[in-house]
């Protein structure tokens, strides 16, 4: 079946330690995007990719990073410099014809800082 | 500053209890405007695109409709497997055509 698969599901992290996210998708859909989740709040943008070997700063991309290599895959790093790493993380991504405006997501991964 | 805010922040049913939740923007160069519905852990799931203003679309027990300044989701008696959050988000007009959600109203409709 056609979709997104995002791991770990679940990662705990050190303070001082980067953790990279990994977001693969099988939909041949040219945008992919990371959003943040806190409780409370809706999701905020951190990064997003039109194209292979494109992608730009979201809202909130400070302490973030990611590498878009392949059309398939959009990893993200949280890197030591993010002050409050802790949050449910959701990958997305969405064709670019006419009238594809909605994003697929994938089921998440959350992340602790222990 | 573009801004998407739902309400209620939460809502509680009794089962076939019928209500709406709302969805208010304020932003420039609406493309269209999307509901969601998440299950606890889990990723959104798509539920409708609404793109101009007096347009309607409906699945099963949810309806929703657009004016130039909301959106409702309206939920026509509903089940306990109704119980998520639902999030609204509308589509700007600029480069990566760049959603901004709303916080979001947690539903829990109770048998």
């Known amino acids: 079946d056609g979709g997104i698969t995002q791991s770990p599901k679940y990662l705990f992290r050190k303070e001082g330690q980067n953790v990279t996210l990994s977001c693969e998708q099988n939909?041949?859909?040219?945008?992919m995007y990371w959003y943040r989740q806190d409780p409370g709040q809706g999701l905020r943008l951190i990064y997003y990719?039109?194209?292979?070997?494109?992608?730009q700063k979201g809202d909130i991309a400070e302490g973030y990073s990611v590498s878009r290599e392949k059309k398939e895959s959009f990893p993200l790093t949280v890197t030591s410099a993010q002050k409050n790493p802790t949050a449910f993380y959701l990958c997305?991504?969405?064709?670019?014809?006419?009238?594809?405006?909605?994003?697929?997501f994938g089921e998440g991964s959350r992340l602790t800082v222990l | 500053e573009d801004q998407v805010t739902q309400s209620p922040e939460a809502l509680r049913l009794q089962e076939g209890e019928s209500s709406s939740l709302n969805c208010s923007y304020t932003v420039s160069g609406l493309r269209g405007l999307f509901w969601y519905r998440q299950d606890p852990g889990k990723g959104p799931e798509f539920l409708f695109t609404l793109y101009s203003a007096g347009e309607e679309k409906e699945k099963e027990r949810l309806k929703a409709t657009l004016t130039k300044k909301e959106s409702f989701l309206h939920i026509t008696a509903p089940k306990p497997e109704d119980s998520a959050t639902y999030l609204c988000a509308v589509l700007l007009m600029e480069y990566g055509n760049k959603l901004v959600f709303g916080a979001g109203t947690i539903l829990r409709v109770k048998s």
């Open positions: 990719s039109q194209i292979v070997n494109d992608f």
């Open positions: 997305a991504s969405r064709g670019t014809g006419v009238g594809t405006g909605e994003l697929f």
């Open positions: 939909l041949n859909h040219d945008a």
